[in-house]
């Protein structure tokens, strides 16, 4: 009996390359209900299924897609590490199942000749197959299963066509055991050269562990000779081993010699591989067919018209993403309104009220508001991605993003950050390179995001004149908020380069990236990755976020006492509870009465405000924030929209006697609210607090500060390490300082 | 009287969110030293989650005496 | 050079340049010595540059594809 029969779990590992329909397949097969993690220590995912096969359960680990099973980082290992049963928290894998685009044969083989060489049981799914068929392309499958030893099986992943056969080849494969053919697409010299260094390291290894250690397999062994990075010799290779880094060179020369250089004999002998097992099994037409993505992509990398309509494209998502998603929200941020208001009616006034009217509810509402916009982008990237055009986007703004020390791949991530930094970084998967995905999370917060424009539009609404300039032509509100777009992009692209320059300095990863036939997006897939991702999203508001929402509420509330309120303001206020409560339901004294006690209210709150936690912490770090033009007040509400910046408005008018629940999407409250702040004066000199340069010096501040905590969740939880997101509060804090301290300081010598 | 159950469940409720949050950096700074070196493209932090099997590479490269400098291959030679 | 063929010009690859990682991603990607390949065009900004070969297409920089040595058709 074969060991792997009487195991209850098999593992199933599938590989392919981009842009293959991996993704597809892998729900084709385990359906929706997917676990994501990471592994520890790299920022790759790791993705598990699971489904039935032959009455065992079978868990599927989805690899990320990668061209070459060559690594040359941790991240890369992965894969590597996984397919040799060399990871502890994936079991051994039991089979490989491995995808190809059949329309593009040559090159997918190229990985399915390394995976091959892994010695495991495994079946090859030949997907889109259709659209080879659409270029003329005729396989001829039974010849190609033939020639190269392995089950293949015709698979239309889209449409589930195929995916029983596929699991009825993986179980034979899996019964019955057989490694596949096993003819090493090398030539004889190089294969000697690795058996010798095999029988270097197994002596070294036995001597070294009295033969407890596994010995390296062949295919590491083989990547040690061919890796030219020195990745492999750093990991592989324990400390002075300068005499096997001597064997290693030595036989890197002697194959030189051969006629064999390496790294290019990999390539040369893997597609030799190709083209032998390939040889009769693609009839192609004489003449090229144009066919219809030829058309689509000659007409959208065009100059001018693929231009136009990258841009025409940028304008709808970005106008749906504001559009549609305003009712959404609104209605969001009704229901939680409502849901407040019914809350707060059935409790009996209290600290418990206010957890969760003010700290749960609004904390998490706020940040669950931009539920829809993220959805909404989440949706047009994911069509992006699944329709091939992601691809051509990074081709045509490639040259812009390397002045930044970028590549085209980090703008649409960039882009979408715009609306929301949480989609923008998660849409930095598609940046394989691990620096230039680490500056494109770190610089994306930068964006201003919608949530910046409450912010923006409130404080240009009461301070900046609506002067019309150059003839009428501008107009001096819409350039301060154009500036203040304006801060963040170019603050990004400095942000951008030094980092490039400094902590993520390293060469400048190649740029060459396929460009993937398009296809219609599978509206399956689009919606599956938009749920996933808005889940993730909504499952982190309400654990992590809402952490954060309670302890920022037991802040501002704690400890709830004021000498003020307990002296003055409370007995007015029961003062004027009693004769409102004397007077009958229609005495005209009323009207002039309740608002006296609702002011009376906002007073007691603004006073128990002051004297929480958080006030004190405000009033501590005045003298930091006083050279930025603001008061403790303004301090105050900065620490408080910490959790969401947009809370930093309803902070404000907690502080400014508006009572809780202002509303600043409201023209009334906000006017309501600038009227306050034009009036605040400082408590010392008793001159006004606001002005233009201190209005801009908040913009500013908030422009480039990281008052998101979504945003630092969302980065740890895509770099897998908290480094990261402490390291972007860090700068991002000190540069929102330095930059709000810069126009203040300059503001006011104008 | 609701005063003081209600200050309870806060109590709670705040310790709790506080110990989660404390929790989650913690954890953070034990288990995760080795991640996210993205300054050093050649450090040999090895993504292994296992004891690493690592082998040691050592000259015995054809007839060299394996005069070894560190000397440390008693094991070796008792096998 | 590859990066410096006219847009629709067809060529064989007969060398690629160097040994490090780009090289051998350029290798990896199918630009193997003896493969033939156009260019299809550029991107609007005048690089990167689109190539087929192998029955795809592939875009590098026009950096990148100077490393690969070339003979014209």
Known sequence: MHPTTLRSTLTVALVGNPNTGKSTLFT????????????????????????????????????????????????????????????????????????????????????????????????????MVDIARSKGLKIDVARLRRQMGVPVVEVQANRQIGVAELKAALASAVESGSTVGGESPFPPEFQREVAHLQGVLAASTERQSNGGASPLPRYLVERLLLDTSGYLQNTLVAHRSDAMLGELRASRDRLAGAGFPVPAIEAQSRY???????SDVIARPPERIITRSDHLDRLLTHKIWGTLVFVLAMLLIFSSVFVAAAPLMKAIDAVIGRFGAVLGASLSPGPLKSLLVDGVIGGVGSVLVFLPQILILFFFLAILEDCGYMARAAYLMDKLMVHVGLSGKSFIPLLSSFACAIPGVMATRVIENRRDRLTTILVAPLMSCSARLPVYTVLIGAFVPARRLAGGLLQLQGLTLFAMYLVGIVAAAVVALVLKKTLLRGPTPPFVMELPSYKWPSPGIVLVRMADRGWSFVHRAGTLILAVSVVVWAASYYPHRSVEVDDTLAPARDALAARLQGLNENAPERARLEPRLAEAENAIAAAYQRDSFLGRMGRAIEPAVRPLGWDWRIGCAAIASFPAREVVMGALGVIYNLGRGLDVGEQSDQDRLAARMHAARWDDSGELVYNIPVALSIMVFFALCAQCASTLVVIRRETNSWRWPAFTFAYMTILAYLGALATYQIGMRL | MNFDWQN???????????????????????????????????????????????????????????????????????? | MLADLPVGARARVSSILGADELSVRLLEMGLTPGVEVALVGTAPLGDPLELELRGYRLSVRRSEAARVQIERL
């Open chain 1, 272 to 278: 030799g591989w190709v083209g032998r097992v390939l």
């Open chain 1, 28 to 127: 084709a097969l385990a359906g929706v209900r997917q676990r994501v993690g990471n592994y520890p220590g790299v920022t790759v995912e790791k993705k598990l299924g699971s489904f039935l096969l032959d009455g065992h359960r079978c868990q599927v680990v989805d690899l990320p897609g990668t061209y070459s099973l060559a690594p040359r980082s941790p991240d890369e290992m992965v894969a590597v590490d996984v397919l040799l049963g060399r990871r502890s928290d994936v079991a051994p894998v039991d089979a490989v199942l491995s995808i190809v685009d059949a329309s593009n044969l040559e090159r997918n083989l190229y990985l399915l000749s390394q995976v091959l060489e892994l010695g495991l049981p495994t079946v090859v799914a030949l997907n």
């Open chain 2, 8 to 79: 309870l469940t806060v109590l709670v409720v705040v310790l709790s969110a506080g110990g989660y949050l404390a929790r989650v950096a913690w954890q953070s700074v034990v288990r995760r030293q080795a991640a996210g070196c993205g300054s050093c493209g050649h450090c040999p932090t090895s993504s292994l989650a296992v004891e690493p099997r690592l082998v040691a590479l050592q000259p015995i490269s054809g007839g060299a005496p394996a005069v070894s400098q560190n000397g440390s291959q008693p094991e070796a030679a008792a096998k």
